[in-house]
């Protein structure tokens, strides 16, 4: 009934019901230890669980501090655990189903993520491999919680498995992403542009004054303090950088955190919806505008060596620069140079603030060179004084 793997999990097999429940019980208590915290079971091969398996389930819990995890649940299995309301008492999750994107066309692009359309109603967002299932359900939760407040995204119904990956299912109306429009019709990049910033904009508006929404401020001066005595950057370094953070005004304004034209996703209808929601959630919008910045400004701007990854998307400088300068004026809704700048320059600062996240979180994403570059920007705006945002 029981088999311990080395990383910890419990396997389940067979059926546990009264004849059994006992012995059950001794080989399961056993296998998690006096001194665990918490319990991971494997559910996968487990064919039927009575009444009797299930109260075993709920003392486990009660000896348990970190509580008890079931995964790879059968769909037979988990309707007793949800009938019964063990869904509620122990976090149970139903076994993936495998899923193939062999011959799928690739209808947009993120940072962690591609994805496929399945038909005319369904697309596939197919994560990583380096992607783990934590943030995976996180991109369910956010999307969910934001599609509350009002923020076009689309909902999620499956999660399966994509050979060595996680895979989430949405409903969309034959959709495709802003960034593949533009590449296969770059005739109309400006006026798929305009469309992107007044979506950006517009979403903009919406307060998502809840828990669930962390603050991007908060989040990422947290991290920039845990970069210190890791020999990233010196501690002057870092302490500059938290207060180029500091000086962003707190705001519930919903954020996407990677919020560029390859995460919003143009349906048959003409909606606009944003995608790729794991990481999203509140502050000023200046946030938000670095993801357009670091891709189509900065590396547009500057001969680097880009890392790990082609960041211009298969865009030209040219092309990939003149998409920035397009957004950065349609989002502000003015062609003052002055102001303009103004407003890029502190966009990079944010970024070049940021930066040391993703050389600690991602390594290999980015060069030495382009780190050093990104740093810059915020070290430089330090130093020349820091101002008010623009915008």
């Known amino acids: 009934m029981i088999t311990k793997t080395d990383s910890g999990i419990i396997k389940l097999d067979g059926r546990i019901d009264s004849n059994n429940a006992k012995q059950f019980e001794d080989e399961l208590f056993a296998a998690v ?24 389930f709920l003392k486990l819990k009660k000896s348990l501090k970190g509580g008890v995890d079931v995964i790879n649940v059968s ?23 495998e899923f193939s994107v062999e011959g799928l066309e690739q ?5 962690t993520a591609k994805v496929y359309r399945i038909d005319e109603d369904k697309i596939i967002k197919v ?9 995976t359900e996180r991109e369910g939760k956010m999307a969910k919680a934001a599609f509350v407040f009002g923020v076009p995204t689309a909902i999620s119904y499956d999660t399966v498995k994509v050979g060595g990956s996680l895979g989430v ?14 590449l296969k019709e770059p005739e109309k990049t400006d006026k798929y542009v305009d469309m992107f910033a ?77 995608i790729d929601m794991g990481a999203c959630g509140k502050g000023h919008p200046i946030f938000d505008m670095g993801s357009m910045y670091l891709v189509y400004n900065f590396f547009a701007s500057n001969d680097l060596d880009f890392g790990a990854r082609d960041m211009l998307h298969g865009f030209t400088r040219e092309q990939a620069k003149h998409i920035w300068d397009r957004f950065i004026r349609s989002y502000l809704g003015t062609d003052d140079e002055e ?45 020349k004084g820091i101002r008010e945002i623009c915008f």
């Open 33 to 56: 230890g006096e001194n665990a915290d918490k319990a991971v079971l494997d559910a996968e091969e487990l064919e039927y669980i009575s009444s009797a398996g299930l109260r075993v």
């Open 127 to 135: 994560f990583n491999p380096e992607v783990n299932a934590m943030m």
């Open 198 to 274: 007044e979506f950006v904009k517009k979403v903009h508006t919406i307060e998502v004054d809840s828990p669930d929404f962390m603050s991007a401020k908060d989040n990422r001066i947290m991290g920039i303090k845990g970069a210190k005595g890791k020999g990233v950057l010196s501690d002057e370094t870092l302490d500059k950088m938290i207060a180029v953070m500091e000086s962003i005004p707190d705001r519930n304004t919903f954020i996407h955190s990677d919020c560029h034209i390859g995460n919003v996703m143009l349906q048959s209808d003409g909606e606009l919806m944003f």
């Open 75 to 97: 769909n037979e299995v988990y309707d007793i655990f949800d009938v019964t309301g063990f869904t509620n008492l122990l976090d149970v999750k139903k076994a993936l189903k």
């Open 339 to 383: 102001y303009v700048a103004l407003a890029e320059e502190q966009i990079g600062a944010v970024v070049g603030a940021s930066i040391v996240l993703a050389a600690l979180h991602i390594p290999g994403m980015f060069s030495k060179e382009a780190l050093d570059a990104m740093q810059k920007l915020a070290l430089d705006y330090y130093d």
């Open 169 to 182: 299912i949405y409903e969309m109306l034959n959709a495709e992403d802003v960034m593949h429009h533009i």
């Open 107 to 111: 209808v947009g692009i993120g940072a």
